[in-house]
């Protein structure tokens, strides 16, 4: 139990900085090799993270409750970054229709897993 969480800080970890330096805060970093190379690595990884969010299994009721605590945080916090980036571009008149487009996803994928998990469980 130990091993995979530590594995799975790991693999967030190492998206967490790729996904920083594809931002390349200096502007040098990223030739467009390197940010061909960057966006395959967070491919790879997010979909490392991806298989190890959707295996988890919990033992026990506790750790139900811990995932369905995680879920929720970050689940609300993704949200809200959105909705600030929704309103902030909206202020300044630049709305990317991305940003609204991932907010639609992740409000209607909360509204599927609840479904689901009213359906199965």
């Known amino acids: 139990m130990k091993n995979k969480f530590i594995t799975e800080i790991s ?28 966006l395959a690595l967070i491919l790879i990884i997010f979909v490392s993270f991806c298989a190890f969010v959707w295996r988890e299994k919990p033992n026990d009721e506790r750790e139900t409750l811990h995932k369905q605590i995680a879920s929720r945080f970050a689940y609300l916090s993704g949200a ?30 909360k509204i599927a897993g609840s479904l689901y998990a009213n359906n199965k469980y």
């Open 80 to 109: 809200s970054v959105l909705i600030i980036g929704v309103i902030y571009q909206s202020l300044n008149h630049i709305l990317d229709p991305w940003i609204v487009f991932a907010l639609i996803v992740m409000i209607l994928a």
């Open 11 to 38: 693999i967030a970890a190492v998206l967490i900085v790729l996904l920083i330096l594809l931002l390349d805060p200096f502007m040098y970093l990223m030739t467009s090799p390197m940010q061909m190379l960057t």
